[in-house]
């Protein structure tokens, strides 16, 4: 089946070899979904075990790197919550983890209908838990965290939760339009290229961009923020939305030609 999926794939070997996703193959794959799904509910236990007891952070303290005091535990009055013990600035970068892991899993869910092997899944998985605790021991390092004023929210937290949420309402918002337009038996072999899709050809790849980089910024400062965009800003650019690129134009031909002369950003609006 899914040697038969991937020929019908149009594009190049290549191509198909540096995506993760099969591009117009719809075979069920309950276990690799099952096992991102997984994998992305286990993250936020990971982060927060980092952030509360600071798990892990013995290492850095053997090579004489100093991390930050708790703080004082946030009292917002919802007793879930505060049971937590976590500072407001810890609790927020733990609602990021814990936002990022509840869109991917809708994603996984609800929204796409492409296959995802158990590999695939793994790597996926694995590799945000991993982007996810640097963010945090970046944090809770006092030469890197952005948590060195003293007034709070301090301005990173602040330029950091505007582009998570941007980030994240973009992506979700834009694939859910897509769905959509999907579902109607209608559209079937047309190109979206309504709603927040007007904007740049691949919004929700400029989305998970914008949130990464904010989530970055929030924890690590400046710095690691602007590392972390530009990282996953090239890798769509000069990876994602190339092989991306190919498919359509290769399944859509005229449409796809029409699309981009209409929306001639591809990740960003007014950007890139």
């Known amino acids: 089946m899914a040697k038969n999926a991937r020929a019908n794939d149009p594009r190049s070997e290549e191509s198909k070899n540096r995506d993760l996703i099969s591009r117009g193959d719809y075979t069920p794959t309950p276990w690799g979904k099952a096992a991102f799904f997984a994998l992305r509910c286990i993250d936020p236990f990971v982060q927060y075990s980092i952030l509360a007891h600071g798990t892990g952070t013995n290492l850095l303290h053997r090579v004489g790197l100093r991390t930050l005091p708790p ?85 990173p937290l602040i330029v950091g939760s505007v582009l998570y949420t941007t980030g994240i309402l973009a992506e979700v918002i834009s694939e859910v339009q897509r769905k959509r337009f999907k579902a109607d038996a209608k559209n079937k072999g047309k190109v979206y290229t309504g709603g927040l899709w007007s904007m740049a050809r691949h919004i929700n790849y400029g989305g998970y961009t914008l949130w990464r980089a904010g989530f970055a910024l929030a924890a690590g400062g400046w710095i690691w923020g602007g590392i972390s965009g530009a990282f996953f800003f090239t890798d769509f650019a000069t990876r994602a939305v190339p092989v991306l690129n190919e498919y359509c134009e290769k399944r859509y031909g005229a449409q796809w030609e029409q699309f981009k002369k209409q929306t001639p950003y591809r990740l960003i609006p007014g950007i890139y």
């Not at 007793?79 to 983890?97: A, E, W």
């Not at 929204?111 to 970046?138: K, Q």
């Open 71 to 155: 703080g004082i535990g946030a009292r917002t009055g919802i007793s879930v919550i505060d049971s937590l013990g976590l500072s407001p600035y810890r609790l927020i970068l733990l609602g990021m983890t814990v936002g990022c892991a509840v869109k991917q899993n809708i994603w996984v869910t609800a929204l796409s209908g492409e296959p995802m092997n158990v590999r695939n899944a793994a790597i996926v998985g694995i590799f945000n838990t991993v982007w996810n605790s640097i963010n945090d021991y970046l944090f809770l390092l006092t030469v890197t965290s952005a948590s060195k004023e003293s007034s709070f929210p301090q301005t």
